[in-house]
């Protein structure tokens, strides 16, 4: 296909996009790759429909949830026993140490699955507005859900 | 750092296995994992399966002359063709590709739904069958009418007959219930979960 070298250049600019959601979703190597794999051939097969009126890391973002939240996956294991107490407050009040992004993707990996979306979304810079049109949640509901999930953060990092 | 900062941070860092993938002519080349394609493969596979048997059905009311055979088999070609015509149906209606057109929300009910959908298909269209096909085979079995005549004459064989044909259409019911929830039970599961939590407090 001679669209393909474009497709996979600009994957490759927003690849991080894939790496973050992938990260907080998949509970071993083995899915980790299945997702990956998964969100490629549908962000490839979704490519002749995609508008260059809409931005491509928007796109993605909404294949990638789409794809990873409707994948059969294993029943998730929180493999890790270490206290997260440490960035607790950091999180709080919007400050986190730079060796502590492991922590905070295992804090998140804590949440429910919609509330890591939710979360992600925040974090990527999307606004309320936009995540309640990627998602097809009030915008009320979304504020409500988000100012929870923030608590809700910093409690499993107290925990 | 802020938490923006942090969480942008780990999009900066590459992962070999991901970048591996990034290759061209290896994407085409993935076999998808998604629910809704292994459905739909399983629904042609129905399909192709069902269409020779369900040709054996038909060609068999002419060749056993024994008319409770024929009534056995017209029921079960009848099952059979509502079944492969619903399959049909389905395997048209599924689209297994991801929209980005399509809210979250929207992608989990229609995986919901779909499922559900098939489920319900197998468990009341499927069930009949095994049990009449069962019967079917033990008439054929006892080959001429004469010998079925003489059969159904013993006292209560009726009965026993209908009885066995309820409990064995029971027992179907819930072993195709038990292995659909076996293989989709949990997933369908956390798609509700999903679902609820979206839409709770709207």
Known sequence: MLDEPIFLDQVRQNQGIIYKLVAIYANDAEEKKDLYQEVLLQAWKAWPQYRQEAKFSTWLYRICLNTILTQKRKPQKIDFKESLEAIAPAVANGSVQKEDTVRLQLAIRQLSETDRAIISMHLDGYDNGEVSEMLGISLNHVAVKLHRIKQQLVNYLKQ | MSVEQAWNDMGVHQDDDLAAMLKEGAIPQFTSKNPLVKLRKNLLRNVLTCIPTTTFFLVAVFIYPVWQAQVILILLFVFSVCYIYSSWQLYKQVDATSS??????????????????????????????????????????????????????????????????????????????????????????????????????Q
Request: net charge positive.
């Open chain 2, 100 to 201: 980005s057109d399509r809210p979250l929300l929207a992608e989990l009910k229609r995986h919901h739904q779909t499922i559900k959908h098939w489920l319900v298909m197998q468990q009341w269209l499927v069930l009949p069958l095994y049990p009449f096909a069962c019967l079917c085979g033990f008439l054929m079995r006892l080959g001429s009418q004469e010998n079925i005549t003489t059969f159904f004459s013993y006292e209560g064989v009726v009965f026993i007959v209908v009885v066995i044909i309820i409990v064995t259409t029971i027992l179907c019911f819930f072993a195709t219930r038990l292995l659909s929830h076996l293989f989709f039970g949990r997933y369908l599961i956390r798609l509700r979960k999903m679902i609820q939590e979206l839409e709770g407090g």
